[in-house]
């Protein structure tokens, strides 16, 4: 996604501009040809070496240099970015943006260029809420800027309030969500399930299972670089939220089966990569159980204090969708109780495996009318839970079979991505 991106990275007088120096090396090793340019103020703070020595390019600052390099090189720079991102964004050129001022090289830049610009204000709280500067962010989003909410907490000052700068995977995430604005999932609204589900035993234990969430965030994250918009429906994880996708928590399958019926009224794709509990304890006790026979029969326990549950089916929350025509019907969709729907939604399963893939996949691809049917081998220690890399088998509704290497997790998920585009419906 961002390999290759030439991507100007503006840099003002703020005290978080040296936060900025990890930005410019992720972007770097990510392989994106990274252009800083510092204002005048921001060499109060940092230094322009730090920034070449990250971007392995050079750094540009004053616009009336002697040697007139970067007077020349400007208008070009404008002309060739694809993407102008200034971290941190003081209030003074924000507002100077807002009023087309272009006294510096990042300003003249800025006015330059018709590249997408994206903002990560990062100030004294009582700079960021004042009334100007608020004005200013609302007339530069307007204009179509991309604006990074900045955090809430502890300020430089010691004031606690808004105006932290978000950390370097959230600049990162609204960068690469800028730069695949239009992509060949704009316009598309997805939907994908991540994550395990916690069935409750009583109000401290839960059934759980070893999903990471780690393939359904890919999924995710990489349908939002392609331009979609996307809802997030997650079990219980570790991950932080990817920026500018929609979460949406669930702790139980009843609740992810909810969660998936209101969010699917008028996406274009459904991925199910969760890893939804089969079962449930069919009636969690209201209190914590007591070791040692303390619940009585009534709670499950034997005469011995071992404790048995009893387990009942989950829904199947792809196999009720069934019905709804995939990209495969030539039908143009089916209406919901909601009245809603007017078009094929593609549905794509995930199916955790340790043993007969091939057999159980396809028959769950076909009993489930799915569009794909991504099998997962969780018994090897490359493959499925908790782990970066993933191998998978995709079955296509089709017939066709694609048996791939292993991957990095990211890997898979634009793969996945790469078949499901093709079936997505013109209607
Ligand atoms: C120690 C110090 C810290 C500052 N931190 C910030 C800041 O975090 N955000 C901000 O908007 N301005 C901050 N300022 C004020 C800016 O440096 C000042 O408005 C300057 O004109 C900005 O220039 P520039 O927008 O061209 O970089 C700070 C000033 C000083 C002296």
Redesign the pocket.
Known sequence: MLLNKRIIIG???????YKAVDLVSKLQQAGALVDVIL????E??VRPLTFSTMSHRPVYSDLWEASGRAAETHIALAEEAELLAIV???????A?LAYGIAD?M??AVALATKAPLVLA????RD?YTHPATQANLALLRERGACIIEPEVGRL?SGAVGP?RLPTTEVLQGAISKALGRNGDLAHRLVVVTAGGTHEPIDPVRYVGNRSSGKMGYAIATEARDRGADVILISGPVALEAPYGVELRTVETALQMRDAVQSAITGADVLVMSAAVADFRPDTPAAQKLKKGNGGGEAQGFDAHGGLTLHLVRNPDILGELAGIPGSSETSHGQITDKGERSKRLVRVGFAAETNDIVTNAQSKLQAKHLDLLVANDVGRRDSGFGVETNKVIIFHATGQIEDLPVMPKTGVAATIWDRIVPLLSTT
């Open positions: 840099i003002c007088g703020g005290i978080a501009s204002t005048e103020h921001a109060d703070f941190p964004a003081t209030a003074n050129t924000i100077k510096n990042l300003t204000p990062a100030m004294y700079m430089a105006g």
